[in-house]
């Protein structure tokens, strides 16, 4: 299942260019902290689109691009189960952006059941994230998750994990994946 993911930069080049050049790619999977004008091209694309808002996104531009928000429920897609989780930890005072605080997000996540992928703007918390700064803190509750069920991946965004730091890394047999404007990703490969 090749995905092309997108997450809080424009894509590097046109995504009808990336798609041309990937005709293999199954779904488009975006990860927050982006607008319409960065992916108005998805108007034009075909394929499944899921995401999940982050926390400078403005939460109206899924509907006019035809992506499914994945935010606290679960799809299933291709024979695989998929849950969504969007914005970060709660760092201003805003009643509009996706932002939680940790206990907002572990009432959020209490009763989810087992799946193969998350998708998700923040990261589990402990990886690829900043924990002395609570905007780029990972969830705590999804770490909880992640323990527990052993989902297959997490794609994230919004964090910045240091140049030549892993961009995926592992909690027991969960493959995390953290993207930064766009990456092709083989899953289940």
């Not at 930890?89 to 996706?98: F, G, L």
């Not at 994230?156 to 953290?178: F, L, R």
Request: aromatic residues 12%; contains cysteine; hydrophobic residues 35%.
């Amino acid at each position: 299942m090749k995905v092309f993911c997108i997450a809080d930069r424009p894509p590097q080049q046109s995504i009808s260019q990336t798609l041309k050049e990937n005709p293999d790619v199954c779904a488009v999977f975006t990860l927050g902290d982006l607008d319409y004008f960065m992916l108005r091209e998805l108007e034009n694309v075909h394929l499944p689109k899921f995401g999940v808002y982050g926390n400078h996104c403005s939460k109206t531009y899924f509907p006019d691009l035809g992506i499914e928000n994945l935010h606290g429920k679960i799809v299933e897609f291709q024979g695989k189960t998929m849950l969504g989780i969007e914005g970060c930890e709660r760092y201003k005072d805003d009643p509009h952006a996706a932002l939680y605080t940790q206990e907002e997000m572990f009432e959020i996540m209490k009763d989810f059941p087992r799946v193969d992928i998350v998708i998700t703007h923040a990261p589990p918390f402990g990886v690829h994230d900043d924990p002395n700064e609570t905007a780029h803190r990972g969830w705590k509750a999804l770490r909880e998750y992640v323990e527990k069920y052993q989902p297959d991946y997490v794609l994230h965004g919004h964090t910045y994990p240091s140049k030549g730091e892993v961009v995926v890394d592992m909690i027991g047999a969960t493959k995390v994946i953290y993207v930064y404007q766009d990456k092709i990703i083989d899953l289940f490969d």
